[in-house]
């Protein structure tokens, strides 16, 4: 059996925290490379900078009340921004800083493809002006929110590889995991889902994304392996805990709802879609939902499989 100190509310929170912060990283790469300014309507900014904010708050709450002092004295919170020393502190201020302007972000989006949200918020702050530099404004709050991305993706995994009594958790690869499955996830849900139900023919205008999709995908296979493999030659809790995940208890949700829907079937699908130059609508609606979905449920196994040495 995993550890129990750690449940679903924790893998929720990793699994949200990454895909918000995966979501405004595609949003800013689309937005930097400017790519969104050659159509008119730009579904992945509009979806990836306007779901960042809520999903990272969400998970965030989720963190927090999950915590002892979340639930029965929240006050306490506040001593949690002053101990510089603590990787809680460091995740606290990321998250602080990340969620205002992944917020501004996608207000900002929002704002340019519906004219009519100025001229209504005009109506209660008169001191905004009758049109923006949305642009200007968007490039900058890109550029900002996706250093803050990157700093949370990673954040959610050294939340757990600082936990030395696991020996599982505590290794250099799961952030780096952790932030490769972060933008695999993100353009998941921003892009192969959200993006191709609103316009169907998205994947024609990004020729590079089924590229793209691979090296994350592979990358994030590689990974995982290593965090495997590297388990199982530590022997003792940390094997235990692989041979978990790979044949035991926990080998059906790895085989079933990670390999198979985010590794196999969206990494074949993109491999034909360079090879026929085409995407189609529901291959690539069930790619991004096979990834999202893998994205959640290799964070329960990871967090369910630390197994803590004996004492």
């Not at 004295?73 to 992944?102: A, C, D, N, Q």
């Not at 200007?136 to 990157?150: E, T």
């Not at 700093?151 to 505590?170: K, M, Q």
């Not at 994304?209 to 990974?223: D, F, M, R, T």
Request: proline share 5%.
């Amino acid at each position: 059996m995993g550890q129990e100190h750690w449940g679903w509310l924790v893998a929720i929170y990793l699994f949200l925290g990454g895909m918000g912060a995966g979501s405004l990283l595609t949003a800013a790469v689309v937005e930097l490379t400017g790519e969104r300014y050659k159509h008119a309507f730009c579904p992945t900014t509009l979806i990836g900078a306007g779901v960042s904010g809520p999903l990272v708050i969400i998970g965030s709450l989720l963190l927090i009340f999950d915590l002892g002092a979340g639930k029965m004295e929240p006050w306490r919170i506040i001593y949690m921004f002053t101990h510089f020393t603590s990787v809680m502190t460091w995740g606290i201020w990321l998250l602080t800083l990340f969620i205002p302007v992944s917020l501004l972000y996608g207000l900002m989006e929002l704002m340019d493809n519906y004219p009519g949200i100025l001229a209504w918020l005009r109506r209660f702050l008169k001191f905004l002006p009758a049109a923006l530099p949305y642009r200007s404004i968007r490039r900058v709050l890109a550029s900002v929110g996706s250093v803050l991305a990157v700093g949370v993706a990673i954040y959610t995994g050294i939340l757990l590889s600082v936990v030395r009594a696991v020996p599982l958790w505590h290794t250099p690869l799961l952030p780096l995991l952790f932030l490769v499955s972060a933008g695999s996830t993100g353009m998941g849900l921003t892009i192969d889902l959200g993006a191709t139900i609103a316009v169907p023919d998205i994947a024609r205008r990004f020729h590079a994304l089924p590229v793209i999709h691979i090296v994350l995908i592979g990358l994030e296979a590689v990974l995982i392996g290593l965090v495997l493999a590297v388990a199982w030659l530590r022997g003792g809790a940390a094997a235990e805990s692989a041979r978990l995940i790979f044949m035991g208890p926990g080998a059906i949700i790895f085989w079933a709802f990670v390999v198979v829907p985010g590794l196999f079937y969206p990494f074949v699908i993109h491999a034909y879609a360079i090879g026929a130059r085409r995407h189609g609508l529901v291959s690539g609606i069930l790619s991004g939902a096979g990834i999202v979905i893998a994205g959640l449920f290799l964070r329960y196994l990871i967090v369910f499989a630390g197994i803590p040495v004996a004492l």
